[in-house]
């Protein structure tokens, strides 16, 4: 139905009317969708069912991405250029008089993440996918995404995101592969054979239903599977009062939690974790056996991969069905067990690491907890044998302590691989954060560093800047994206470094037109784009940005006109529980005010808050971007990805030496980056001995002393106190995250990049140099490294179209 337009037109006309039970002038745009949408993914079934019986056939190993976060977006336009179909169905429906573009927008993003973590996990699938991996996502498919963003007088509102509310398109359930997951009730010990048999009554089961996403890689056959678990009231009958048992079921797919900050909700949370990791493992199990039979054989057959600790519980669940069903000894199960996971970090803040109370876990999850702590037993045995009479340090590593389960040291101790997300992140788990664990398992440690799929963020959302990529080197790099490298030797070609400018222009040209469509602001495409847009943490120090901002508007006050005119762009969710970080997006929106109204400055900087910062608007967002702002302080950041989506469409990073960041320099060359600020190494040692006094830069810097005075000091008219907070955190608690250590650096360096910029040729050489260096960022390459040496795992001898 794709082979010729006429076909395609043919069949979506009588699809669209079969559908929707409308003729085609009565039809919407999102009839018009959903109806090429179902026509996709049929297309799609084709190979996704030839991918499952070829891996059934050959017996091929598998890898499973367990993770509690996906962001994946929109789909539609990913999968028919990917298909090699996006021309066809294009130029059918323009003979229908409709833009595909138009249908794209109709489709909703599927944001189920919060961040970094969760586009990752999307990234890979499409990596492993389209370098004909044999690996499948796990996640959970919750009704609603992270919430829908509003900016209210100045301040974030929140609302419950609806992406299921027309369906979804990409999706098949299968009801008959839904499993029972258990929950409270009490564990029955019995013996049977001359062993002791352990079996959990449960208080209550969930149905956990699964919903499967094919997952299409870039012209291959390949297409994996993303499984999404549902929950559901247990067919079962098990309560005496059905709607509290209703409610509280659906719940745990209801929202995904939108507070990486704090746990609200801790046991409905452990509970999702618990969903996920049950049914995900519960239904390799059962594809495994119905290829393989003996499970002794698992580890060699199946990889386990957990994406952070949320999904850590993987370990003792497999434990328990290997020694509790498979009746395996307890030794030969762990050994399978460890052998078949492996672990991501994916934060050093030590504020993030998860523990779990006993006195939530335990009753919710009685087996589990006796196999948590039957792991913990044996490992602190162990740690006494080798560090005998060492109790600090037993007790420091120990799983379960002070009253709480340490999911880190269970994923520590109980897999095989663990890794870091840049270099500098894995060096300082391995030296600080993790140490102990580092002296005892050197081996188990390893860096991965972060990858973006450049399928998505360059080829899908700069078209033009991909096709002139295509015109000089030739389409290679699509599958070899580290052949950008060859874009290097246009460096002193003047028509290849305007073409560039060009398509900067007409990017910020579409930026500029969603920002007065979102705004009513106009901004001028000539001036610089200086963008951050990622989560909202202190960490990330958005402050930092928004204090020069207001710096740069009172130099402009006091009459400095060689300003280089500037757009200041900025997109971030805060969390709602996270009371500092909402100052933060008011104290941004109160400058924008002040700054976009007064005349004296607005020729020359403006300044913009995009509401509801997701994947579809980051599309139109990094290939619109000169500047790239990647401040956060120094070894806060384990990696960072907004990093690499701006430099592969040709963005410069104002950065510290944080994360991947410091990667990215290696690759450029410190003439093709603005690097500033305090390094890891000396923030580490402030944080030690305890020297930094956030005061003296405010009494020695009249620049910082005006701008901190100014946040409280009716400078903006209708504050009142409300930036007191920010101020206080600065000074009164010693400014953690030493935004005004690092001020006075941050602001020479914009100056540089200012003028840098009056360089026009200058700027876009480093711009294309940015661009050829990116190459080793996609996520290809990370997960060949991960395949290769964590997953062992082969490419299916597939092939290309
Ligand atoms: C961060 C924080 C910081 C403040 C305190 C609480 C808290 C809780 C969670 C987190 C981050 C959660 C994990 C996460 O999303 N990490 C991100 O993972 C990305 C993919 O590896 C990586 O690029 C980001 O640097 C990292 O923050």
Request: one cysteine or more; aromatic letters at 8%.
């Given at each position: 139905m794709f082979s010729d337009k006429e076909e395609f037109k043919e069949v979506f006309l009588?699809?669209?009317?079969?559908?929707?039970?409308?003729?085609?002038?009565?039809?919407?745009?999102?009839?018009?969708?959903?109806?090429?949408?179902?026509?996709?993914?049929?297309?799609?079934?084709?190979?996704?069912?030839?991918?499952?019986?070829?891996?059934?056939?050959?017996?091929?190993?598998?890898?499973?991405?367990?993770?509690?976060?996906?962001?994946?977006?929109?789909?539609?336009?990913?999968?028919?250029?990917?298909?090699?179909?996006?021309?066809?169905v294009e130029e059918g429906l323009q003979d229908l008089g409709i833009e595909l573009g138009d249908l794209e927008e109709s489709e909703p993003d599927a944001g189920l993440g919060n961040g970094?973590?969760?586009?990752?996990?999307?990234?890979?699938?499409?990596?492993?996918?389209?370098?004909?991996?044999?690996?499948?996502?796990?996640?959970?498919?919750?009704?609603?995404?992270?919430?829908?963003?509003?900016?209210?007088?100045?301040?974030?509102?929140?609302?419950?995101?609806?992406?299921?509310r027309h369906g979804n398109v990409w999706e098949i359930r299968k009801a008959d592969s839904a499993v029972e997951i258990p929950f409270w009730g009490r564990v029955e010990c019995s013996e049977e054979e001359g062993r002791l048999v352990f079996r959990h009554l449960p208080g209550e089961t969930v149905?956990?239903?699964?919903?499967?996403?094919?997952?299409a890689g870039y012209q291959t056959e390949t297409v994996n599977t993303l499984r999404l678990w549902s929950a559901e009231p247990s067919p079962f009958p098990q309560h005496k009062n059905i709607m509290q048992y209703k409610r509280e079921t659906e719940l745990i797919s209801e929202f995904l939690y939108p507070d990486d900050t704090h746990d609200e909700g801790k046991i409905l949370r452990l509970k999702q974790q618990y969903f996920l990791v049950s049914a995900s493992i519960r239904s390799i199990i059962e594809s495994f056996k119905k290829q393989h039979g003996n499970m002794k054989?698992?580890?060699?057959?199946?990889?386990?991969?957990?994406?952070?600790?949320?999904p850590v519980l993987a370990i003792p669940e497999l434990m328990r069905i290997l020694v509790d069903e498979e009746k395996m000894a307890w030794e030969e199960a762990w050994d399978i067990t460890v052998s078949t996971i492996s672990y991501t970090n994916h934060t050093?803040?030590?504020?993030?690491?998860?523990?779990?109370?006993?006195?939530?876990?335990?009753?919710?999850?009685?087996?589990?907890?006796?196999?948590?702590?039957?792991?913990?037993?044996?490992f602190c045995l162990k740690l006494e044998e080798k560090y005998p009479g060492d109790w600090e340090r037993i007790r420091s590593m120990a799983i379960i302590s002070d009253g709480e389960v340490k999911m880190a040291h269970l994923a520590l101790a109980g897999s095989h691989s663990v890794n870091g997300v840049a270099a500098l992140h894995t060096e300082i788990l391995k030296h600080r954060e993790m140490k102990q664990f580092y002296e005892l398992y050197p081996e188990k440690f390893n860096n991965k560093t972060n990858g973006i799929t450049h399928r998505r963020w360059l080829l899908n959302s700069n078209p033009r800047l991909a096709g002139l990529i295509s015109e000089a080197i030739?389409?290679?790099?699509?599958?070899?994206?580290?052949?950008?490298?060859?874009?290097?030797?246009?460096?002193?070609?003047?028509?290849?470094?305007?073409?560039?400018?060009?398509?900067?222009?007409?990017?910020?040209?579409?930026?500029?037109?969603?920002?007065?469509?979102?705004?009513?602001?106009?901004?001028?495409?000539?001036?610089?784009?200086?963008?951050?847009?990622?989560?909202?943490?202190?960490?990330?120090?958005?402050?930092?940005?928004?204090l020069h901002i207001m710096h740069m508007y009172n130099r402009i006050k006091e009459g400095d006109s060689h300003i280089q005119p500037r757009t200041f762009i900025f997109g971030a969710k805060a969390s709602p529980g996270y009371y500092y970080a909402k100052k933060i997006i008011k104290l941004i929106n109160t400058v924008a005010e002040k700054v976009n109204n007064d005349p004296a400055a607005n020729k020359l900087i403006k300044v913009v808050f995009l509401e509801n910062y997701r994947v579809s608007l980051a599309e139109e967002i990094f290939p619109a971007a000169d500047?790239?702002?990647?401040?956060s302080t120094a070894s806060k950041e384990a990696s960072g990805t907004g990093n690499m989506k701006f430099m592969m469409n040709g963005a410069l990073t104002v950065g510290t030496l944080d994360g991947a960041n410091v990667e990215i320099l290696e690759r450029v060359g410190e003439e093709n980056i603005f690097i500033f600020g305090l390094a890891a190494e000396e923030v580490l040692r402030y944080q030690q001995n305890g020297e930094y006094r956030s005061m003296d830069y405010y009494h020695l810097d009249k620049r910082i002393s005006t701008i901190i005075n100014q946040l409280t000091n009716g400078f903006f008219p209708y504050a009142g106190d409300e930036f007191e907070s920010i101020a206080d955190s600065l000074l009164m608690h010693n400014d953690q995250y030493f935004v005004l250590r690092d001020f006075d650096s941050y602001a020479a360096i914009q100056k540089q990049a200012a003028n840098a910029y009056g360089d026009r040729l200058g700027w876009q050489r480093k711009s294309l140099m940015?661009?050829?260096?990116?190459?080793?960022?996609?996520?290809?390459?990370?997960?060949?490294?991960?395949?290769?040496?964590?997953?062992?795992?082969?490419p299916a001898a597939s092939h290309s179209k």
């Open positions: 009588t699809r669209l009317e079969m559908t929707s039970g409308k003729s085609f002038p009565d039809s919407t745009k999102r009839d018009q969708y959903q109806t090429l949408g179902h026509m996709v993914r049929e297309y799609v079934s084709m190979n996704w069912i030839n991918t499952n019986e070829r891996s059934r056939m050959i017996k091929q190993k598998q890898v499973y991405y367990l993770s509690i976060e996906f962001l994946l977006g929109r789909l539609l336009r990913n999968n028919l250029l990917n298909l090699g179909i996006h021309k066809v970094g973590l969760g586009r990752l996990a999307a990234c890979f699938l499409d990596s492993l996918a389209s370098l004909d991996l044999p690996g499948h996502g796990c996640g959970i498919r919750y009704k609603h995404g992270l919430f829908e963003q509003k900016i209210v007088d100045g301040y974030q509102v929140e609302l419950p995101e609806q992406w299921l149905t956990a239903v699964p919903y499967d996403m094919p997952v054989d698992f580890n060699q057959f199946i990889s386990i991969h957990i994406n952070d600790t949320h050093t803040l030590s504020e993030a690491l998860e523990k779990w109370p006993i006195r939530l876990f335990q009753p919710l999850l009685p087996r589990i907890f006796m196999i948590a702590e039957e792991i913990n037993k044996r030739g389409p290679g790099w699509i599958k070899e994206p580290q052949r950008l490298g060859e874009m290097a030797k246009f460096a002193e070609d003047s028509s290849m470094l305007l073409e560039l400018e060009l398509i900067k222009e007409e990017n910020k040209q579409r930026l500029a037109r969603r920002v007065k469509q979102q705004t009513g602001l106009s901004i001028d495409t000539s001036s610089i784009f200086d963008i951050q847009v990622k989560r909202l943490h202190a960490y990330k120090r958005q402050l930092l940005n928004v500047i790239s702002e990647q401040i940015n661009i050829a260096a990116s190459g080793h960022f996609s996520s290809d390459r990370t997960i060949r490294e991960y395949a290769e040496e964590i997953w062992h795992i082969q």
